[in-house]
């Protein structure tokens, strides 16, 4: 009770970052400056939620000859942020906290810009493969083997919580709003 899942299928995760990670330098380790991230528009295999468009394509925004692979990566881990959030925000839903699970969780920096493009806090599950977990305890309901889904809690456990970082607010809330504006426009490859 009080409790509601919201979702949409994207390729601005695991099939977007991992692009990311094949063409774009590692870059140099230490501290980055949260005022000098470009922007991504993630989708480089089409978009379904919300925009329902396979011809979309992305788009790298404000990038200058200072940025490094760091900077581009940040952006790319935003993008991905930035969508979770636009789903949110179309959802309407009260949301105080995201779940993480996945493979993506094992990558800390990806989790934080998360956190920070959407200004909740990230619970990340003790154990990636947490959603299929999920979804064996629900098996396990449908055989009969369980009775309650309130017992699927001896399955779950939480590893961290991450915080949105308040040295990247600011600057994360005008990159999100030049994202909204990046989608807005038809990024669709030429005839």
Same mark, same amino acid.
């Given at each position: 009770?009080?409790? #509601? !899942?919201?979702?949409?299928?994207?390729?601005?995760?695991?099939?977007?970052?991992?692009?990311?990670?094949?063409?774009? =330098?590692?870059?140099?380790?230490?501290?980055?400056?949260?005022?000098?991230? /470009?922007?991504?528009?993630? @989708? %480089?295999?089409?978009?379904?939620?919300?925009?329902?468009?396979?011809?979309?394509?992305?788009?790298?925004?404000?990038?200058?000859?200072?940025?490094?692979?760091?900077?581009?990566?940040? =952006?790319? @881990?935003?993008?991905? &942020?930035?969508?979770?959030?636009?789903? %949110?925000?179309?959802?309407? =839903?009260?949301?105080?906290? %995201?779940? =993480?699970?996945?493979?993506?969780?094992?990558?800390?920096?990806?989790?934080?810009?998360?956190?920070?493009?959407?200004?909740?806090?990230?619970?990340?599950?003790?154990?990636?493969? &947490?959603?299929?977990? &999920?979804?064996?305890?629900?098996?396990?309901?449908?055989?009969?083997?369980?009775? #309650? %889904?309130?017992?699927?809690?001896?399955?779950?456990?939480?590893?961290?919580?991450?915080? *949105?970082?308040?040295?990247?607010?600011?600057?994360?809330?005008?990159? @999100?709003?030049?994202? !909204?504006?990046?989608?807005?426009?038809?990024?669709? /490859? *030429?005839?």
């Amino acid at each position: 009770a009080g409790k #509601s !899942l919201i979702g949409g299928a994207s390729n601005a995760g695991g099939l977007f970052l991992g692009w990311v990670d094949r063409v774009i =330098a590692p870059g140099t380790p230490g501290a980055l400056d949260p005022h000098r991230v /470009p922007v991504w528009s993630p @989708y %480089i295999r089409g978009e379904r939620t919300p925009f329902h468009d396979p011809h979309r394509r992305a788009v790298l925004d404000a990038v200058d000859l200072t940025h490094d692979g760091t900077a581009l990566r940040r =952006a790319a @881990y935003e993008a991905s &942020g930035f969508v979770v959030r636009q789903l %949110i925000e179309l959802s309407g =839903a009260p949301v105080s906290r %995201i779940v =993480a699970t996945g493979g993506g969780t094992r990558l800390a920096p990806w989790m934080q810009a998360i956190a920070d493009a959407t200004g909740r806090p990230v619970t990340v599950s003790g154990v990636p493969e &947490g959603a299929a977990l &999920g979804a064996a305890f629900l098996g396990r309901m449908a055989a009969g083997l369980e009775t #309650s %889904i309130i017992d699927a809690g001896r399955w779950a456990c939480t590893d961290r919580v991450v915080d *949105p970082d308040p040295a990247w607010v600011g600057s994360v809330e005008g990159r @999100y709003r030049r994202f !909204l504006a990046l989608g807005e426009q038809s990024c669709r /490859p *030429p005839p």
